[in-house]
């Protein structure tokens, strides 16, 4: 079984990113921005009531401290340091969840946090550091320090597939600054094959190993509704609510 999820709730003031509100209904669980990459005080109880009033899990997706480069920009941080950024802005989102009554479900890292905790173990042990204090699941991808680290450390570890990102030739994504739109066929073939066989198909046109305990898509990608849509139903037959 596996599930959908997405990464949103990611306006900032008077500034709009993303279509929450039809991706909302197509989901089980939200990756919601803590105020350090995207959103604010006030977008996070927005994305948090959206979220509820249509039954979908929330989770919290910390980020580096960069506003300007949306989390994309990877930066050097002591691990304590690095440690209390997450605390600060996981507690934020928890304090807005508890506000609803809803629980705050797990942690996935945002961007080029996300990116350096694949490959550096000091990284990886400041997001288990910080879900410590909440005892919460993390997600991340196979045969990295995600994988290595988080689970050595007890954490409980829910791998992702991207069905709107590529892979090259060693399993790891290739994240630009801005996404392109995808074509949601090619992202829902892609999909039902990592759900099916654990494989997908690399830039270089190799089968990697995958695995999709949760399928991941961006609420930042232009086309993302037609995108969610389209692996959604691919993938119904596996959904954890089918």
């Not at 949103?8 to 803590?34: H, K, T």
């Amino acid at each position: 079984m596996t599930f959908l999820n997405c990464d949103m709730g990611e306006s900032f003031g008077l500034y709009r990113m993303g279509d929450d509100e039809a991706l909302m209904p197509l989901i089980s669980a939200a990756n919601v921005a803590c105020g350090f990459h995207a959103s604010d005080f006030n977008h996070i109880p927005k994305t948090v009531r959206l979220a509820k009033k249509h039954g979908v899990k929330v989770g919290a997706h910390p980020s580096l401290p960069d506003l300007q480069g949306f989390g994309r920009r990877e930066m050097t941080m002591p691990r304590d340091e690095l440690a209390n950024c997450l605390i600060y802005q996981i507690g934020a989102l928890k304090g807005f969840l508890d506000a609803e009554g809803m629980p705050l479900n797990h942690i996935k890292p945002h961007g080029a946090l996300y990116g350096m905790a694949a490959r550096m173990e000091d990284v990886a042990h400041a997001v288990c550091d910080a879900a410590d204090i909440y005892n919460l699941p993390i997600m991340g991808m196979i045969e990295t320090c995600h994988e290595k680290v988080y689970t050595a450390r007890g954490h409980v570890f829910i791998a992702e597939y991207y069905a709107d990102l590529y892979y090259n030739s060693q399993g790891k994504l290739l994240i630009t600054r801005e996404h392109d739109p995808v074509d949601p066929q090619d992202a829902a073939e892609r999909a039902i094959r990592a759900v099916r066989e654990g494989v997908t198909k690399s830039v270089d046109g190799n089968d990697i190993p995958v695995r999709a305990d949760a399928i991941c898509v961006h609420s930042d990608t232009p086309n993302a509704v037609e995108v969610a849509r389209a692996v959604r139903d691919a993938v119904a037959p596996y959904l954890e609510a089918a």
